[in-house]
């Protein structure tokens, strides 16, 4: 509507300077002065097509400018034609604008040729000149406006885009860090309070007399100081993440007390290889091994278990047997998935499933 608008104005606007040229006295015409405001009008209504129809503008103007030239001429008529061929190349197809031009400097050419031949007088160049004036300025004036107004529309849709893919990677990073934290959540906390609850449940529904309770509640005292102590190191790191300090618990060298306090019987094998293990690697390992003796107590059939761990100069290998699950309990798979998620991150491989008679989770990490 508003270009509708606009291009009304123009268009009154062109018949209003027409109207003053003719109350001043400045048409000169052949004929009745007053004929020349249909050449006028009619140029004056090529552009309400300008947006909409260009070559059609451009066509309509051109005839315009003919009548006007065989009537008068006028100067409005031209006047308006320069709007009209600035707004076809504006709005046109680039191929539109590139046959104006063409046929523009083309027509300037011939004209100031074919003038001086006839007229034999060099001034007759300046009618070659006006017509370029007409029509090569305007032809250039709006490719060049076009041009840059193309760039600002590029340039516009290329920040939309970087902002775009800057909102999805802060999304991403956002998702990365709440998968993050879950999967710590889960592996460190979550581990501890299993062990507390089972234990804690086994000290209620059996006697287990004086030494059983009393080693019931060492085994409770212990996974709820380590719980603890590892959830005020995690809060510390979310605050600040150089923060965390060097001796911060979990790693294969604390496979030995993590075994101690698994409450099952378990077989530990690791063996070392050159060379030292990264530290993500490291990390990695610990909690994997962690989860897995954590499934192996609650839904396990409480039988021994074997840990083997391969450190080796390429990849830490680790297998974790123990006695098949037992049914099924509701929440039972986010530790898997944490588990597959942690190998992969370090583009490793983790598989876990029956085997022979017993559950078997195998995973590798490589060092490099």
């Known amino acids: 509507m508003k ?17 003053l040229m003719y109350v001043t006295g400045q048409y000169q015409a052949r004929v009745d002065a007053r004929w020349l405001f249909v050449p006028l009008a009619v140029c004056c209504s090529a552009l309400l097509l300008r947006r909409s129809a260009p070559v059609t503008s451009v066509l309509v103007g051109t005839a315009a400018v003919a009548g006007d030239v065989v009537i008068g001429p006028s100067l409005a008529t031209p006047l308006v034609y320069t709007q009209v061929l600035y707004d076809a190349c504006l709005h046109g197809s680039a191929r539109l604008a590139r046959t104006l031009l063409a046929t523009s400097v083309v027509g300037s050419v011939v004209t100031a040729i074919v003038c001086l031949v006839v007229i034999r007088d060099v001034r007759a160049i300046g009618l070659g000149v006006l017509l370029a004036l007409v029509t090569i300025v305007p032809v250039l004036t709006g490719t060049h406006v076009r041009h840059h107004r193309d760039q600002a529309e590029t340039a516009r849709r290329s920040a939309q885009q970087v902002a775009r893919l800057a909102a999805a990677d802060r999304a991403n990073a956002v998702a990365a860090e709440r998968a993050g934290m879950a999967r710590e959540l889960h592996d460190v906390i979550a581990n501890h309070l299993s062990a507390v609850a089972i234990h804690a449940t086994a000290a209620l529904s059996t006697d287990l007399g004086a030494d059983g309770t009393r080693q019931a509640l060492g085994v409770i005292r212990e996974n709820s100081v380590q719980g603890l102590a590892e959830m ?22 604390a496979l030995d ?34 989860e897995s003796l954590t499934n192996a107590l609650k839904h396990g059939d409480g039988g021994p278990v074997t840990v083997e761990v391969d450190c080796g100069p390429a990849a830490v290998t680790m297998r974790v047997t123990s ?46």
């Open 232 to 253: 005020r190191r995690m809060v510390g790191f979310l605050r600040d993440p150089a923060a965390l300090p060097d001796n911060a618990p979990g790693g294969l060298r």
């Open 3 to 19: 270009g509708r608008t606009v291009d009304l104005v123009l268009a009154g606007s062109g018949l209003a300077a027409g109207a």
């Open 323 to 368: 006695g098949l699950p037992r049914e099924r309990v509701i929440g039972e798979g986010a530790g898997l998935i944490g588990m597959h998620e942690r190998a992969a991150l370090l583009g490793g491989e983790l598989t876990a499933g029956e085997r022979a008679g017993q559950w078997v989770v195998e995973a590798r990490l490589p060092c490099g």
């Open 257 to 290: 007390d993590l075994v101690a306090r698994a409450g099952l019987p378990v077989r530990l094998d690791v063996r070392h290889g050159a060379g030292d293990v990264p530290v993500s690697v490291d990390l990695a390992a610990y909690r994997i091994i962690q």
